[in-house]
């Protein structure tokens, strides 16, 4: 079956920038089947979409982080991947990778990471 | 953007109770709406997607109904493990989410 794993730094500076990878496996990104997001939850609150790619390249990020995101993808090595740059602490989350499923849900998730934002 | 509420925030349903999760859009997103569950230290899992169906291997205790902007989350007969958060998502206008409803035991 499809999984997803999140892997990365848990511990960012203040300033610096973000950057996380997701490794698919049990499906090809580059099959163009699906596109690949991201999404995160800071601690004890809700869930936050934060943007998608496309085996392409064809990437969106909401408008509130657009201006720090970057999302890219590996298809030789079947990864996507996220940088937010210039961290605070309201950056604070568990970052979590998923496919888009055909309608725009997403299933399954990666069991996430937690980045804390502290000097 | 589509603003996802769900009421109530916290609901205390005995074991073997039926629960009635609800979630309002703030404009209409058609039948575009997914449900989540999440457990303390575990990633969302997908439950419900086109508003009423269920996704592979989650039970049938777990029904959704609604479209345009009403929701609901209907869980029949509460077992141990459904005590749980529950997302809605909205798919119709890129994605926003709920901010959950906390399902605890009574």
């Known amino acids: 079956q499809v999984q997803l794993q999140e892997s990365g730094p848990g511990l960012v500076k203040p300033s610096q920038t973000l950057?996380?990878?997701?490794?698919?496996?049990?499906a090809s990104i580059s099959s163009g089947?699906?596109?690949?997001?991201?999404?995160?939850?800071?601690p004890g609150k809700g869930l936050e979409w934060i943007g998608y790619i496309y085996y392409s390249g064809t990437t969106y990020s909401i408008p509130s982080l657009k201006s720090r995101v970057t999302i890219s993808v590996d298809t030789s090595k079947n990864q996507f991947s996220l940088k937010l740059s210039s961290v605070s602490a309201a950056d604070t989350a568990v970052y979590y990778c998923a496919r888009v499923a055909t309608g725009n849900w997403f299933d399954p998730w990666g069991q996430g990471i937690l980045v804390t934002v502290s000097s | 953007?589509?603003?996802?509420?769900q009421s109530p925030a916290t609901l205390s349903v005995s074991p073997g109770e039926r629960a009635t999760?609800?979630?309002?859009?703030?404009?209409s997103v058609?039948?575009?709406?997914?449900?989540y569950q999440q457990k303390p230290g575990q990633a969302p899992r997908l439950l419900i997607y086109g508003a009423s169906t269920r996704a592979t291997g989650i039970?049938?205790?777990?029904?959704?109904?609604?479209?345009?902007?009403?929701?609901?989350?209907?869980?029949?007969?509460?077992?141990?493990?459904?005590f749980a958060v529950y997302y809605c998502q909205?798919?119709?206008?890129?994605?926003?989410?709920?901010?959950?409803?906390k399902l605890e035991i009574k």
């Open chain 1, 19 to 26: 950057s996380l990878t997701c490794t698919v496996s049990g």
């Open chain 1, 33 to 42: 089947d699906n596109y690949w997001t991201w999404i995160r939850q800071p």
């Open chain 2, 1 to 5: 953007e589509i603003v996802m509420t």
């Open chain 2, 21 to 27: 999760l609800s979630c309002r859009a703030s404009q």
């Open chain 2, 30 to 35: 058609s039948s575009n709406l997914a449900w």
């Open chain 2, 59 to 82: 039970p049938a205790r777990f029904s959704g109904s609604g479209s345009g902007t009403e929701f609901t989350l209907t869980i029949s007969s509460l077992q141990s493990e459904d």
């Open chain 2, 90 to 101: 909205q798919y119709n206008n890129w994605v926003t989410f709920g901010q959950g409803t």
